[in-house]
C-alpha cells in the first residue's frame, strides 16, 4: 500500500522561502557590524607576507586596537622609503585619525578602503609621498580631500604648512572637523604632559563644503596658493581646469595618479597654458606603481594672473 504524502500548501512553502531570504539578508548585516566591532582576533604583521592583524577585545568597544604598533610600524616603515622619518607625536596623530576614520565610517560612507594594512599603505603612506614637493611654509589647498588624504597627513609631517581641506560632502567635512578639534586636543594634552615643546601644532588647518568650481570664484581663495593637490580626485584635464583658479603665479598643482594612460595625459600635454612633469614612485611592500603630475602655468600665462 503507497503511503499517502502530504502536500503543504504553497503559502507554507512560500512563507518558508521568505524565511531563508531574511536569514541570508541577517547573516550578512552581522558580518559587517563584526568588522566594525571586531570580536576577538588575533592578528601581527608578519614581515615576510605583509598582513597586518589586531588583537582586539569585544568589551573594548574603541578602535584604538586595531591600529597599534605593529600598524605604526608599517607607516613608519613605509615612509622611510621616501626619506621621511617619523616621532612618535607624529604617528600618534596619523593613528588617531585612523581609528576616528573607522569609527565614523560606521555611520557614513567615507572611504572604501577599511583593512589596517590597507589604509596604512593607500591612505597614509601615498598620501606622504607628495611632501618632498611642497616646501616648508607652503599655503596648500587640497581638492576632493574625502577623508582628509593627503591634506591631514601632510600637516601632521609638516606643521608648518597652511592648509585647506575642501570636500562637496558635508559628511566628510563634518568628520573632518571633528578630527581636527580632537587632534588639536590630543596634542594640546601631550604639550601638557611634557616639559618639551610639542612641535606638532595643528593650527593653520581647516576643512570647507564647498564644490572646487564654485570656491575657485570667490577672492578669498582664487590665486591664493602656492600648491593645488588632489588624489585621484578627477580626470587630470577636468581637474587641471578646476584647480587653476586656485594658484598663485608661480604654484604648482600636484596631482596623485595611479596608472596614467595616454588618453588622459595627452589633453593636458598639448595645453600651450600649462607645462607638466611626471615623476614616478612606487608604493613600499606590494610595490604599486604611482606618479605624481606636476603641473604650472606657462610664462607667458603667469603674467596674466594678478
Given at each position: 500500500?503507497?503511503?499517502?504524502?502530504?502536500?503543504?500548501?504553497?503559502?507554507?512553502?512560500?512563507?518558508?522561502?521568505?524565511?531563508?531570504?531574511?536569514?541570508?539578508?541577517?547573516?550578512?548585516?552581522?558580518?559587517?557590524?563584526?568588522?566594525?566591532?571586531?570580536?576577538?582576533?588575533?592578528?601581527?604583521?608578519?614581515?615576510?607576507?605583509?598582513?597586518?592583524?589586531?588583537?582586539?577585545?569585544?568589551?573594548?568597544?574603541?578602535?584604538?586596537?586595531?591600529?597599534?604598533?605593529?600598524?605604526?610600524?608599517?607607516?613608519?616603515?613605509?615612509?622611510l622609503?621616501?626619506g621621511?622619518?617619523?616621532?612618535?607625536?607624529?604617528?600618534?596623530?596619523?593613528?588617531?585619525?585612523?581609528?576616528?576614520?573607522?569609527?565614523?565610517?560606521?555611520?557614513f560612507?567615507?572611504?572604501a578602503?577599511?583593512?589596517?594594512?590597507?589604509?596604512?599603505?593607500?591612505?597614509?603612506?601615498?598620501?606622504?609621498?607628495?611632501?618632498?614637493?611642497?616646501?616648508?611654509?607652503?599655503?596648500?589647498?587640497?581638492?576632493?580631500?574625502?577623508g582628509?588624504?593627503?591634506?591631514?597627513?601632510?600637516?601632521?609631517?609638516?606643521?608648518?604648512?597652511?592648509?585647506?581641506?575642501?570636500?562637496?560632502?558635508?559628511?566628510?567635512?563634518?568628520?573632518?572637523?571633528?578630527?581636527?578639534?580632537?587632534?588639536?586636543?590630543?596634542?594640546?594634552?601631550?604639550?601638557?604632559?611634557s616639559?618639551?615643546?610639542?612641535?606638532?601644532?595643528?593650527?593653520?588647518?581647516?576643512a570647507?563644503?564647498?564644490?572646487?568650481e564654485?570656491?575657485?570664484?570667490?577672492?578669498?581663495?582664487?590665486?591664493?596658493?602656492?600648491?593645488?593637490?588632489?588624489?585621484?580626485?578627477?580626470?587630470?584635464?577636468?581637474?587641471?581646469?578646476?584647480?587653476?583658479?586656485?594658484l598663485?603665479?608661480?604654484?604648482?598643482?600636484?596631482?596623485?595618479?595611479?596608472?596614467?594612460?595616454?588618453?588622459?595625459?595627452?589633453?593636458?600635454?598639448?595645453?600651450?597654458?600649462?607645462?607638466?612633469?611626471?615623476?614616478?614612485?612606487?608604493?613600499?611592500?606590494?610595490?604599486?606603481?604611482?606618479?605624481?603630475?606636476?603641473?604650472?602655468?606657462?610664462e607667458?600665462?603667469q603674467?596674466?594672473?594678478?
Amino acid at each position: 500500500m503507497k503511503k499517502k504524502i502530504d502536500k503543504q500548501p504553497e503559502e507554507s512553502v512560500l512563507l518558508r522561502k521568505k524565511s531563508r531570504k531574511k536569514n541570508v539578508q541577517f547573516k550578512k548585516t552581522s558580518r559587517l557590524r563584526n568588522f566594525v566591532q571586531p570580536r576577538k582576533e588575533s592578528l601581527v604583521l608578519n614581515k615576510d607576507s605583509l598582513t597586518l592583524s589586531v588583537l582586539h577585545s569585544p568589551k573594548n568597544d574603541n578602535t584604538a586596537s586595531l591600529f597599534g604598533d605593529d600598524w605604526q610600524q608599517t607607516v613608519a616603515r613605509g615612509v622611510l622609503t621616501f626619506g621621511i622619518e617619523l616621532s612618535s607625536k607624529q604617528l600618534d596623530l596619523l593613528t588617531f585619525h585612523a581609528g576616528e576614520l573607522i569609527k565614523w565610517n560606521s555611520r557614513f560612507n567615507i572611504t572604501a578602503i577599511v583593512e589596517p594594512f590597507e589604509m596604512a599603505l593607500k591612505h597614509f603612506i601615498d598620501s606622504i609621498a607628495i611632501a618632498p614637493f611642497i616646501p616648508d611654509g607652503s599655503k596648500v589647498i587640497d581638492l576632493g580631500t574625502g577623508g582628509g588624504f593627503p591634506g591631514m597627513p601632510l600637516k601632521v609631517i609638516n606643521p608648518t604648512l597652511e592648509v585647506v581641506m575642501a570636500d562637496s560632502s558635508r559628511k566628510k567635512v563634518s568628520f573632518l572637523n571633528n578630527l581636527i578639534m580632537q587632534s588639536n586636543l590630543l596634542v594640546q594634552s601631550n604639550l601638557s604632559q611634557s616639559t618639551i615643546s610639542c612641535q606638532n601644532d595643528l593650527n593653520g588647518i581647516k576643512a570647507i563644503h564647498c564644490r572646487a568650481e564654485e570656491l575657485g570664484k570667490d577672492p578669498e581663495y582664487a590665486h591664493q596658493f602656492d600648491f593645488v593637490i588632489s588624489r585621484a580626485f578627477a580626470a587630470l584635464d577636468r581637474f587641471t581646469d578646476m584647480a587653476l583658479p586656485f594658484l598663485k603665479s608661480s604654484g604648482a598643482i600636484l596631482a596623485m595618479k595611479g596608472d596614467l594612460s595616454p588618453d588622459e595625459l595627452t589633453p593636458v600635454v598639448i595645453r600651450e597654458d600649462i607645462t607638466a612633469e611626471i615623476s614616478e614612485y612606487v608604493l613600499p611592500f606590494e610595490q604599486h606603481k604611482r606618479c605624481i603630475v606636476k603641473i604650472r602655468l606657462s610664462e607667458f600665462y603667469q603674467d596674466h594672473i594678478v
